[in-house]
T-cell receptor, first 111, second 113 residues
Framework: AQSVTQLGSHVSVSEGALVLLRCNYSSSVPPYLFWYVQYPNQGLQLLLKYTSAATLVKGINGFEAEFKKSETSFHLTKPSAHMSDAAEYFCAVSTGNQFYFGTGTSLTVIP | EAQVTQNPRYLITVTGKKLTVTCSQNMNHEYMSWYRQDPGLGLRQIYYSMNVEVTDKGDVPEGYKVSRKEKRNFPLILESPSPNQTSLYFC????????????FGQGTRLTVV
């Protein structure tokens, strides 16, 4: 079975500081990898996805993620946090016929 | 507007009373799926459908049923709800599984008392 591990269920950063949300996956073959964001009382929205075209993936709202096969990681970063980035972030893997999500990281941005 | 529509958004019901949560998408997507979201557990896939009349179990299918009679609709049925099915449910659709982006509904918050 596939698994997705997100280290840190809660992350707090100051406005303007670097955002780093960690994701590791287990897969015997390179999977498709995604980051989704969930704002309060809403469904999930795609931030970015890795499909093997490039290891550094740029997404919406200034977010990017780097696929590192040797570390089986797909960490999400943003150089400068904004108050509007406060949300829950989910890393996900697609392999076989299913999607597998991590347990989520709640990001708080401190003014 | 491309969207996935779930109804109802909120539902409180009693143990054992059958209920259906509807899901409809207007993007002609092949793949549809249901998830439940619980604190500390993230999203877990309940059932998925690769196409009309093709459904399969996800990771937590016990106590749920689905059907896919039309491409656009994928209802979730709880024949005899129990309190441990109290959760936030999401329907999602995508062109296919794999690299395709999943589009999510707004969610249905279900409470079973």
């Amino acid at each position: 079975a596939q698994s997705v591990t997100q280290l840190g269920s809660h992350v707090s950063v100051s406005e303007g500081a670097l955002v780093l949300l960690r994701c590791n996956y287990s897969s015997s073959v390179p999977p498709y990898l995604f980051w989704y964001v969930q704002y309060p009382n809403q469904g999930l929205q795609l931030l970015l996805k890795y499909t093997s075209a490039a290891t550094l993936v740029k997404g919406i709202n200034g977010f990017e993620a780097e696929f590192k096969k040797s570390e089986t990681s797909f960490h999400l970063t943003k150089p400068s946090a904004h108050m509007s980035d406060a949300a829950e972030y989910f890393c996900a893997v697609s392999t076989g016929n299913q999607f597998y999500f991590g347990t989520g990281t709640s990001l708080t941005v401190i003014p | 507007e491309a969207q996935v529509t779930q109804n109802p958004r909120y539902l409180i019901t009693v143990t054992g009373k059958k209920l259906t949560v509807t899901c409809s998408q207007n993007m002609n997507h092949e793949y549809m799926s249901w998830y439940r979201q619980d604190p500390g557990l993230g999203l877990r896939q309940i059932y998925y459908s690769m196409n009309v009349e093709v459904t399969d179990k996800g990771d937590v299918p016990e106590g749920y049923k689905v059907s896919r009679k039309e491409k656009r609709n994928f209802p979730l049925i709880l024949e005899s709800p129990s309190p441990n099915q109290t959760s936030l449910y999401f329907c999602a659709s995508s062109l296919s599984v794999g690299a395709a982006e999943a589009f999510f509904g707004q969610g249905t918050r279900l409470t079973v008392v």
